[in-house]
């Protein structure tokens, strides 16, 4: 999916936005993620493990971005296709003490592809929506130790997995003598992922991520 998604954006940056107007710029964002999951208990003489218990929980942190847009009109509506791009890894939480597992959550690789109509309300403030899919890592870091029931522990190293869903999103953009100002908010719905370590204990996740962003670009 990542290359499909990929290979559509280019081909649209190359075709028909080829010659529309850039944009550039940097956002800042105030995240939240939620994640609902299930995870078997362990076992160490290994098949599928025992019964599956379930837990949900949420965790809140920031986000630094830039982001480039190409930008033209269709019909008196200005519509733009863009990539933002996340250049550092954002700890998300750490995970420790209550069910023997201890560890970094990080995410990490984070790219977005997205279209983003503009309506223009007739002065310097303008309404858009967008839609796009996004794309990136989560890791698992600096894991200490995994208990078991049978009272050994798993042999697992670090962990990536990838990240992927739909983002939605909705904002305000205001015009400035030195570019443009935009407040948005996007909601992100990743697919499940899945690991099981070397105690066929197995985990499964579904995380949905919320950003409140404000960001500051102008064209070149």
């Given at each position: 999916m990542k290359k499909i998604i990929s290979a559509i954006i280019a081909s649209i940056f190359i075709g028909t936005f080829a010659h529309a107007e850039n944009l550039m710029g940097i956002k800042i964002s105030a995240a939240n993620m939620d994640a609902s999951g299930s995870h078997t208990t362990n076992s160490a003489s290994g098949g599928s493990g025992g019964s599956a218990v379930t837990a949900a929980g949420n965790a809140d942190f920031q986000l630094a971005s830039v982001f480039i847009e190409k930008s033209t009109d269709f019909n008196g509506m200005n519509v733009s296709l863009g990539l933002d791009v996340i250049p550092f890894t954002a700890e998300v939480d750490s995970l420790g003490g209550g069910d023997g597992f201890d560890a970094t959550v990080e995410v990490s690789n984070v790219v977005t592809a997205y279209i983003q109509p503009?309506?223009?309300?007739?002065?310097?403030?303008?309404?858009?929506?967008?839609?796009?899919?996004?794309?990136?890592?989560?890791?698992?870091?600096?894991?200490?130790?995994?208990?078991?029931?049978?009272?050994?522990?798993?042999?697992?190293?670090?962990?990536?997995?990838?990240?992927?869903?739909?983002?939605?999103?909705?904002?305000?953009?205001?015009?400035t003598d030195f570019g443009f100002v935009r407040l948005e908010g996007t909601y992100t719905d990743f697919d499940e992922i899945s690991?099981?370590?070397?105690?066929?204990?197995?985990?499964?996740?579904?995380?949905?991520?919320?950003?409140?962003?404000?960001?500051?670009?102008?064209?070149f």
């Amino acid at each position: 999916m990542k290359k499909i998604i990929s290979a559509i954006i280019a081909s649209i940056f190359i075709g028909t936005f080829a010659h529309a107007e850039n944009l550039m710029g940097i956002k800042i964002s105030a995240a939240n993620m939620d994640a609902s999951g299930s995870h078997t208990t362990n076992s160490a003489s290994g098949g599928s493990g025992g019964s599956a218990v379930t837990a949900a929980g949420n965790a809140d942190f920031q986000l630094a971005s830039v982001f480039i847009e190409k930008s033209t009109d269709f019909n008196g509506m200005n519509v733009s296709l863009g990539l933002d791009v996340i250049p550092f890894t954002a700890e998300v939480d750490s995970l420790g003490g209550g069910d023997g597992f201890d560890a970094t959550v990080e995410v990490s690789n984070v790219v977005t592809a997205y279209i983003q109509p503009t309506m223009n309300t007739g002065g310097p403030v303008s309404l858009f929506i967008k839609g796009g899919y996004t794309m990136g890592e989560v890791d698992i870091t600096d894991i200490s130790r995994q208990a078991t029931t049978a009272g050994t522990a798993s042999t697992d190293g670090n962990q990536s997995k990838n990240l992927e869903g739909f983002m939605y999103g909705v904002g305000v953009q205001a015009d400035t003598d030195f570019g443009f100002v935009r407040l948005e908010g996007t909601y992100t719905d990743f697919d499940e992922i899945s690991h099981t370590n070397s105690n066929s204990k197995v985990v499964k996740a579904d995380a949905e991520m919320t950003l409140i962003s404000i960001s500051f670009g102008r064209s070149f």
